[in-house]
């Protein structure tokens, strides 16, 4: 950042498909948790909220891209724009951020991970069904696969469109609360050589009881979405209809 000496504090995700991408970024320090996230009080849920995640569709040249972002952790006015280039192997990203009122540079280096050339499917959420109760959402969510990683972004917290969040610390418990109920995960697919079995693991999330769990992406075809089946802690079960927005590869859902 501007002057400084290079650092990172977190691990740091960014998926690009053709058009849609996806970003996590959980700090190396998260706490563990053995308890519900959302049963901490203020004090012990704040560091949490240090998570980042956002996700949408980028415009871009050989030179520039600006990160349009449909879902975001933590919604800012500000516009996500960086030049960019490679040196070697490694793309380099440089531009602006707000820091306490005032711009200041930065630079980040991102480092390519290997993946099947050409597989991408990115999801996007209709709309969520609680079969316990029969209540029909509209919750936001992106689920970006390329490859063997998969970044999926789901907000349940019904924000207006303008909504800009304020820091976390300046928040109630009741405000804080809320703004927590934002899933952000990111899982790898794991190839079982001796059973020929295959599994997508989590291995970073917003919520610590969710690492090492395995994800199900969804297969149920149905009026032209798929559907996925989640079994929440309260015991209600949530139906959440995904769209496809991009598909290619070995990625493809034969049956769409």
Known sequence: MGEGNPFENATVYWLQ??????????PFNQPLLSQPLLSLDRESLLPFAEINAFAGAIDCTETWIRWNRRIDFKPS????????????????????????????????????????????????????????????????????????????????????????APEPSKLSEVELKHLMQFQADYSQHKHNQDSHKSSWETMLSSDPNRMGSQLIPPTQVRDGVLVEIEEQASGETIEYHWAIREAAGNLIMPDI
């Open 77 to 164: 006015s500000d516009i996500d724009q960086g030049k960019v280039h490679f040196v070697g192997v490694d793309l380099i990203e440089q531009g602006e951020s707000v820091v306490d009122g005032k711009i200041e540079t930065y630079t980040e280096i991102w480092q390519p991970q290997p993946i099947e050339q050409g597989d991408r499917l990115v999801l996007e959420l209709v709309r969520g069904v609680n079969l316990t109760t029969q209540v029909v959402s509209h919750p936001q969510g992106l689920w970006v696969t390329v490859g063997d990683h998969t970044i999926r972004l789901c907000d349940n917290r019904g924000y207006a469109a303008d909504f800009v």
């Open 17 to 26: 498909a053709e058009t849609y991408f996806a970003d996590i970024r959980i």
